[in-house]
């Protein structure tokens, strides 16, 4: 059963229900649809994600859904397996949500928190996986949704969520809580086109990596954070550690338009 709204947050999983319903990518599972119906499922998600940003341009930020080039570097860069709980911001229609389960351990818990209600309904009804928390609300709500869910301390946080289009202390309260809400050790991963998702989380946690996606529309970079397993050193000098968070261990392909010679965060640029 796929929880929305969070109707019964503390409710668990029901008994007997099986704990992986989501098959492979491309092949239907027993009680699946048929190639036919699932091709037609796949169009109807690419129709109300279209919808979804014509209603919302800002907030969902593309006119199509990930690919699956995208979908299999994010399930590669969280490093899934062994995780217990997972936390993704901004499912949307629930493709990103659907490769996770995909590679997620039959015992792990998948929170999704998706602002756009008919998003939300999409997953509800695409998805019944017993893994799966949908719940109606915003990433700024994370850590309510953590602690109302009964959840541990997440693992991997994966957001897809727009950063560029945000306010920007909007952006810094975001990544502030997801570094407080993730376990010692855990990732935060974002699929972004631009930079400012990096000026708002690189402050609060380990320099990220970066690597460009280009089978994609648009082309996006994968960010990844780790939290620290230890708070860092009261005793470390200011400038050095100013200089360690603005640090940016690229991938093969240069970072952008912001970069750590950039210095601090400029709210303005795009
Ligand atoms: C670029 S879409 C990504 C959708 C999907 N994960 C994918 O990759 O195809 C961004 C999603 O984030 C959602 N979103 C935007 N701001 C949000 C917020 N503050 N909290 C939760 N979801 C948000 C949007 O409604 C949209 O579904």
Excluded at 95 to 122: I, S
Excluded at 150 to 165: A, E, Q
Excluded at 166 to 173: M, Q, V
Aim: net charge positive; glycine share 8%.
């Amino acid at each position: 059963m796929t929880r929305t709204q969070a109707a019964t947050p503390r409710a668990r999983t029901p008994a007997g229900a099986t704990p992986a319903m989501v098959a492979p990518r491309g092949e239907p599972a027993a009680g699946q649809p048929s190639r036919w119906a699932a091709a037609r499922e796949s169009v109807r998600d690419r129709w109300e994600f279209l919808k979804g940003f014509v209603h919302h341009p800002n907030q969902v930020a593309s006119v199509v859904a990930s690919s699956a080039r995208l979908e299999a570097q994010l399930v590669r860069t969280c490093r899934l397996p062994g995780a217990r709980c997972v936390v993704e911001l901004g499912p949307g229609t629930g493709g990103t949500t659907r490769a996770l389960l995909r590679a997620l351990d039959a015992q792990a818990r998948l929170l999704a928190v998706e602002l756009c209600p008919e998003f939300l309904a999409r997953i509800g009804e695409r998805i019944h996986d017993p893994r799966l928390i949908a719940q109606h609300g915003s990433a700024e709500q994370i850590a309510d949704f953590v602690a109302a869910w009964d959840l541990p301390p997440p693992d991997v946080v994966v957001s897809g969520i727009p950063f560029s289009t945000l306010p920007a202390a909007t952006g810094e309260r975001i990544a502030a809580r997801i570094a407080s809400v993730l376990a010692p050790g855990g990732r935060f991963v974002a699929y972004q086109l631009r930079a400012h998702v990096a000026r708002a989380a690189t402050p609060v946690l380990e320099p990220p990596t970066c690597e460009w996606q280009w089978l994609n529309i648009p082309p996006l970079r994968v960010f990844s954070w780790t939290k620290p397993v230890h708070p860092p050193s009261p005793t470390e000098h200011p400038a050095r550690r100013g200089q360690r968070q603005l640090q940016v261990r690229e991938g093969a392909l240069p970072v952008g338009p912001w970069s750590p010679q950039d210095g601090p965060r400029r709210h303005d640029d795009s």
